[in-house]
């Protein structure tokens, strides 16, 4: 089994920073991929950021200059570093680790992320 536990999130002004982190632990395979995505209140969840174990990354149009998925395989973590923030990045961030047969997902329990006006 798989565990992820986020931690990062709270409350800032826009145009400031956050940084979320992601521990992963259990069984972890050595080729997987780490993501972010988020969810804002009545909205559907949607993907933000994916790095792979290999550090191929993409991003969503929309943070594309802002945001930086890295990731420490050392250590199975996932970090998003998100500058410049706006008020409509205000979701929950989950954070999502994706391997084996079909990339399964498996998800973490969310960190909320508000961004004020």
């Known amino acids: 089994q798989v565990q992820l536990v986020e931690s990062g999130g709270g409350l800032v002004q826009a145009g400031g920073s956050l940084r979320l982190s992601c521990a992963a632990s259990?069984?972890?395979?050595?080729?997987?991929?780490m993501a972010w995505y988020r969810q804002g209140a009545g909205k559907q969840r949607e993907s933000v950021a994916f790095i792979s174990s290999g550090g191929i990354t993409n991003y969503t149009e929309s943070v594309k200059g802002r945001f930086t998925i890295s990731r420490d395989n050392a250590k199975n973590t996932v970090y998003l570093q998100m500058n410049s923030l706006k008020p409509e990045d205000t979701a929950v961030y989950y954070c999502a680790l994706r391997q084996g047969l079909g990339m399964r997902h498996y998800w973490g329990q969310g960190t909320q992320v508000t961004v004020s006006s």
């Open positions: 259990g069984n972890i395979f050595n080729m997987n991929i």
